[in-house]
């Protein structure tokens, strides 16, 4: 597609539900990360998959967060029994190669209740 | 790992006067820098960009400069308009990590 596409672009949950967003990237970008922006804050890291490569992870707050990426396309971030904290923006972009600008989508704004 | 410092948190200026927004890095090894607008309720927007091959970069009315020795690297708007304003961050890729680090971004107040 022409840019990075994100849904939902809201999600309201309750305290201890699992929720699932999706990024469908640029098309032919082998680059994919994710990123949390909290209220007024700058971008966290959480994933990032790079073709085939095992993905690097290391930006997961905790185990309750996942992601996958099926078919080197779209991805779906996971995160299971949401906490208040969870709260933010989650803003996946694409790029190729690593080292080129990135491609943000316009996010999922997600409100744990 | 590569950290990202970038100051001030907040900027206001008057239409038509230049804005500057400072970033440091951490990582000697990082080799690519970019600038991303945020506008408000949508996703970071890349801007421009300096690699470390560079020391200054021009596109209209902004313009990137780069000191590898002093790992430091700013942003300049020249002729501000009040559709500058927005968050601006920063961003380092450094060279053991595949993703980019950011600062905590800056807010622009552009008054016409």
């Known amino acids: 597609g022409a840019g990075v596409s994100q849904s939902p672009s809201n999600k309201v949950t309750e305290k201890g539900k699992d929720v699932e967003l999706r990024c469908d990237p640029i098309?032919?970008?082998?680059?994919l990360y994710w990123y949390r922006q909290s209220l007024g804050q700058g971008l966290e890291f959480l994933i990032y998959?790079?073709?085939?490569?095992?993905?690097?992870k290391s930006g997961l707050p905790s185990d309750r967060f996942s992601a996958e990426r099926t078919g080197g396309s779209v991805s779906t971030l996971t995160i299971q029994r949401t906490q208040q904290e969870d709260s933010a923006v989650y803003l996946c972009?694409?790029?190729?190669?690593?080292?080129?600008?990135?491609?943000f989508g316009s996010g999922t704004r997600l409100t744990v209740v | 790992g590569e950290n990202v410092e970038q100051h001030p948190s907040t900027l206001s200026v008057q239409e038509g006067d230049s804005a500057v927004i400072k970033c440091t890095y951490s990582?000697?090894?990082?080799?690519?820098f970019p600038w991303y607008k945020q506008e408000l309720g949508k996703g970071p927007q890349l801007i421009i960009d300096?690699?470390?091959?560079?020391g200054e970069k021009k596109d209209q009315r902004i313009a990137v400069t780069l000191n590898k020795t002093a790992k430091h690297f700013s942003l300049h708007i020249t002729e501000t308009q009040p559709e500058d304003s927005a968050v601006y961050f920063c961003a380092a890729l450094g060279g053991s990590q595949g993703n980019l680090i950011f600062g905590k971004g800056t807010k622009l107040s552009v008054k016409p």
């Open positions: 990582d000697s090894a990082s080799n690519y």
């Open positions: 300096i690699r470390s091959n560079v």
């Open positions: 998959f790079q073709g085939n490569s095992a993905p690097d």
């Open positions: 972009a694409s790029s190729e190669p690593p080292d080129y600008g990135y491609t």
């Open positions: 098309s032919g970008h082998t680059a």
